[in-house]
Nanobody, 124 residues
Framework: QVQLVESGGGLVQAGGSLRLSCAASGRTFSNYAMGWFRQAPGKEREFVATISRNGYIKKYADSVKGRFTISRDNAKNTVYLQMNSLKPEDTAVYRC?????????????????WGQGTQVTVSS
């Protein structure tokens, strides 16, 4: 069992930045690939970014490429999402997820553990 807790969300103006954190506990964090997903009201859950268990492989949704950066610190059992140049359309609940086999994926169905989420609101 893996427990995930997100933090760092909030209200920011368009063009601003936020850094989300996801702290993991319960199992060996370095065995898991990690992902960030988001869901806006009335919309389906959307892939944002994923990182392999050693941090070498990173993938991003086209909508955030060049603006968001995913990273991880296995010594701290934490994955991060640095979000720059935020846009109103980035407004959503952001959730981190863990995938045991360590391989990145953009499909939420591949992830077995999820955090509760943190709200990000970008005002225009």
């Amino acid at each position: 069992q893996v427990q995930l807790v997100e933090s760092g969300g909030g209200l920011v103006q368009a063009g601003g930045s936020l850094r989300l954190s996801c702290a993991a506990s319960g199992r060996t964090f370095s065995n898991y690939a990690m992902g960030w997903f988001r869901q806006a009201p009335g919309k389906e859950r959307e892939f944002v970014a994923t990182i392999s268990r050693n941090g070498y492989i990173k993938k991003y949704a086209d909508s955030v490429k060049g603006r968001f950066t995913i990273s991880r610190d296995n010594a701290k059992n934490t994955v991060y999402l640095q979000m720059n140049s935020l846009k109103p359309e980035d407004t959503a609940v952001y959730r981190c997820a863990a995938r045991f086999n360590g391989i990145t994926s953009d499909s939420p169905d591949e992830y077995g553990y999820w955090g509760q989420g943190t709200q990000v609101t970008v005002s225009s």
